[in-house]
């Protein structure tokens, strides 16, 4: 009996342990605001995950104008050099790649989740 409880507890830890490792590993989803910077080959960060109603700043660090472009979703015109700044709500649910249309090798996505229970 005494080898069991203590075989009971160890796959319990396990089990917490991997439980944490999981959870700590997924996406994380930000909320409220966020912040990408347009640097002078990418966005950074590259993938992001919002709830929906969050606040997505760019901010171009770069010395040239960039876009912020997902047809059909947001399109923030350019984006002025050294620091220039452009903010989109995420009201949207749904996965948006974008790119700049001024380097349109510079891509990013985008992912808004709904903000709320999805089930019981």
């Not at 830890?13 to 590993?25: D, F, G, N």
């Not at 590259?46 to 059909?72: C, K, R």
């Not at 700049?100 to 989740?113: E, K, Y």
Request: include cysteine; aromatic fraction near 8%.
């Amino acid at each position: 009996m005494k080898h069991r409880r203590r075989f009971m507890m160890t796959c319990f830890s396990v089990l917490i342990a991997v439980v944490t490792l999981c959870v700590s590993c997924g996406p994380k989803t930000h909320t409220g605001q966020v912040t990408i910077v347009i640097n002078s080959t990418s966005f950074s960060p590259g993938n992001v995950t919002v709830l929906e109603g969050t606040l997505v700043t760019w901010i171009n660090q770069d010395s040239q104008p960039h876009t912020a472009t997902a047809v059909g979703a947001f399109d923030s015109g350019p984006i002025a050099p050294n620091g220039g700044r452009w903010t989109w709500v995420a009201a949207i649910p749904g996965t948006f790649a974008y790119h700049s249309l001024i380097q349109p090798n510079m891509a990013g996505t985008l992912t808004v989740i709904v903000n709320g229970p999805t089930g019981f």
